[in-house]
């Protein structure tokens, strides 16, 4: 019983500090963030924070590796599919994702984010060729495939960042179909 009840206070810390982090980072860069003011924003001591990260560039590590994970889970969960149809629903799925953590997400992908991340989140759909497998091999030639996935990935990392400065102000499912309709040049199934 005493185990559950400290999981739920690390899982409660690690939360509180999490959403610390994020807050500050609306107004400022992780740079200039202190761990004095990250904890007292999070009502947590010093010594509790260094029990579960090393520095806020840990924390923050921490918040962006969950996040490719969860992306990379996502796309390896649909792995070989590839009907517009599925395409569609596993887009719808991962701007769910972010639409429920708009909060971590618009600031991870803002200009107080780390400029790394960003660059990792692109690196990894260019390197696994993540978005590129999902598109029909007879679209694209050969030669161009890599420049056609630098605009998709691009350009869908923009979208999402536009989308999530205006509030969301576009449903989920008509934000996949836009996206779908810029990536495959035609209306999704």
């Not at 029909?136 to 400065?165: F, N």
Request: hydrophobic share 35%.
């Amino acid at each position: 019983m005493k185990e559950m009840k400290s999981d739920r206070k690390t899982r409660y810390t690690r939360k509180v500090l999490r959403d610390s982090l994020i807050e500050l980072m609306k107004d400022k860069p992780v740079t200039k963030i202190t761990i004095r003011e990250l904890c007292e924003n999070a009502d947590v001591n010093r010594t509790t924070f260094y029990a579960h990260y090393r520095d806020q560039y840990d924390l923050l590590k921490q918040i962006e590796e969950e996040t490719l994970t969860y992306i990379e889970d996502m796309l390896n969960k649909y792995g070989n599919r590839r009907s517009k149809r599925e395409v569609l629903a596993m887009v719808e799925e991962i701007l769910g994702f972010i639409a429920n953590n708009s909060s971590s997400l618009q600031v991870l992908l803002s200009e107080n984010g780390d400029i790394g991340f960003q660059k990792k989140l692109f690196r990894y759909f260019m390197l696994k060729e993540q978005v590129m497998k999902y598109f029909p091999k007879k679209s694209i030639r050969e030669e161009t495939r890599e420049y056609w996935s630098v605009y998709v990935i691009h350009g869908a990392i923009g979208l999402v960042q536009h989308w999530l400065k205006d509030n969301m102000s576009v449903p989920v499912p008509e934000l996949a179909k836009i996206l779908m309709l810029l990536s495959w040049q035609e209306e999704p199934g």
